[in-house]
């Protein structure tokens, strides 16, 4: 039978705490519905005492939450402990997070203490809240710096107390995984009354180590995990929650489990990137936009014969449509191939070996090239063999008079020439290729984007034209938007005339 580990987050509470992060109340609660679908089982909502703002959203959010125990942080004082208390009142499960800092430089400096004085404080903080709660966590704030008979001191203590959950965290990322785990184990091994909490872990990623911490510490006895979407937090940020998720997921000798509906990850980190106004590193594990994107050559041809060669996590199981192939100079020719028949091109190897060579001559010059960008190439080669061609195409248009267009059109190898007005310049010349191509045609769908940034973007149209009751779908690009109009609309006619 498989333990089971229960995901508490503090995506409200320490990931907020990121300057210019800041929610407000309404933001607050679209989280914390995000995280009760997704399946966590602690949402640390706030930080009663510290902000009325604080206060108001760990009320609004007890009442908008349903199963999920609701958590609220204090400090061990009396008041902090009163002012949680009153915001968790209409929590259906809620529990208070109370402590104070156990290492020797906290002690001395922080508190101006001593260790007995700061047990007694811990004790009388986790007796007072337990008046308010049954549910009472515990926090030896800077515990991956404390002395490991102390702690054990410490931790009998507040057991004995009544608290029902002991987090050691590592507040500074200080610990290396294998002193992390070596101390969970201390207290398993040596906690008297261990049996009667569950240990946690909140590990800081000041060293770039929280999510190794945290997994040493699940392997070594931990149930609880204090972890925020994205890995957001104090500092460097905490353990990721996503990464732990997967970890748990990925490895099935581990046999621990979670509550997390894993196809929930990727949509919940977008929204709280969005929310919170703090973009995912491309290369962050699990969600960021490289996680699952393949440019090397070799990897892609791997990846593109069996997903197994390269990926252990199938994307679609933390909400990812599917990997991308992304590419670049270093991307083969089955990268292009691949792309270019997601994209509904299929093409000679001949015809395919000579775009190949255009492709790399392009991705030298342009740090990223997308769809259309290849459709482009594919485009400019398929174009050679099209029935009907651009000669020339000559606007006039301005401010107070109408727009003329005059169009040159090569057909099968014959010359036609048209001229037409309209409501502006695309109108004119859509109108002047109607003039030649005499069709019963009805556009259906006319969109205009930018490929590339700056005064001389490459613009891209992508149309839709009904003929015959049959729609044909056409690209253009160049960068002058009236041609690249002209040119999806010739695009769609090649496609219904011989």
Not at 8 to 36: H, M, S, W, Y
Not at 247 to 264: A, C, D, G, R, V
């Amino acid at each position: 039978m498989s333990d089971r580990l229960f995901i508490f987050d503090t995506t409200l509470r320490d990931g907020e705490q990121v300057p210019g992060c800041q929610l407000n109340t309404v933001e607050k609660i679209q989280v914390a519905k995000a995280l009760e679908a997704l399946g966590v089982d602690i949402i640390e909502a706030g930080f009663p005492i510290s902000s009325p703002g604080d206060f108001n959203s760990v009320i609004e959010i007890s009442k908008a939450v349903t199963w999920p125990t609701i958590c609220a942080l204090t400090r061990a004082v009396q008041k902090d402990i009163e002012v949680a208390a009153e915001a968790l009142q209409y929590a259906k499960r809620k529990r208070i997070h109370t402590g104070i800092g156990t290492s020797d430089p906290h002690i001395k400096h922080k508190f101006n203490s001593n260790r007995e004085e700061i047990i007694e404080r811990a004790v009388a903080a986790v007796k007072y809240a337990r008046k308010f709660v049954d549910d009472v966590e515990f926090y030896a704030e800077d515990a991956g710096r404390t002395d490991n008979e102390y702690l054990v001191r410490v931790i009998e203590a507040v057991i004995k107390a009544g608290a029902t959950v002991v987090n050691i965290p590592d507040t500074t990322g200080y610990c290396l995984p294998d002193e992390y785990g070596a101390k969970i184990k201390y207290l398993v091994d040596h906690v008297s009354n261990i049996d009667k909490a569950v240990i946690s872990t909140h590990c800081h990623n000041d060293l770039g180590m929280a999510t190794a911490n945290t997994m040493s510490g699940v392997l070594n006895g931990a149930r609880q995990v204090e972890v925020t979407i994205n890995g957001i937090g104090e500092r460097a940020g905490n353990t990721a929650m996503e990464e732990i998720v997967m970890i748990l997921k990925s490895h099935h000798e581990i046999k621990i489990e979670t509550n997390i509906n894993t196809q929930k990850i990727y949509p919940v980190s977008r929204m709280v990137s969005s929310l919170m106004n703090m973009p995912v590193q491309p290369n962050k594990a699990i969600v960021g936009r490289n996680a699952f994107a393949h440019s090397s050559g070799i990897h892609q041809d791997g990846v593109l014969k069996n997903m197994e060669t390269y990926e252990i996590i199938n994307p679609r199981d933390v909400g990812i449509d599917d990997s991308s192939i992304v590419l670049t100079a270093r991307s083969g020719r089955a990268a292009l191939k691949h792309r270019l028949s997601v994209l509904g091109v299929e093409l000679s190897q001949d015809k395919l070996d000579d775009i190949y060579e255009q492709f790399l001559k392009l991705a030298d010059r342009k740090k990223d090239i997308n769809d259309d960008d290849i459709l482009v190439l594919a485009g400019a080669n398929r174009s050679q063999n099209r029935r009907i061609k651009i000669e020339y195409l000559q606007v006039t248009s301005g401010v107070g008079v109408r727009s003329v267009a005059s169009l040159g059109l090569n057909v099968a190898g014959e010359k036609f020439e048209a001229v037409a007005s309209g409501n502006g310049p695309v109108d004119a010349a859509i109108k002047a290729l109607k003039r030649i191509i005499d069709r019963q045609m009805t556009l259906k769908e006319f969109t205009i984007q930018a490929i590339s940034k700056g005064s001389d973007d490459m613009g891209k149209v992508h149309m839709q034209v009904e003929y015959n009751d049959q729609m044909y779908y056409g690209f253009g690009a160049n960068t002058d938007i009236i041609a690249a109009s002209v040119e999806a609309y010739i695009d769609c006619i090649n496609k219904f005339v011989k």
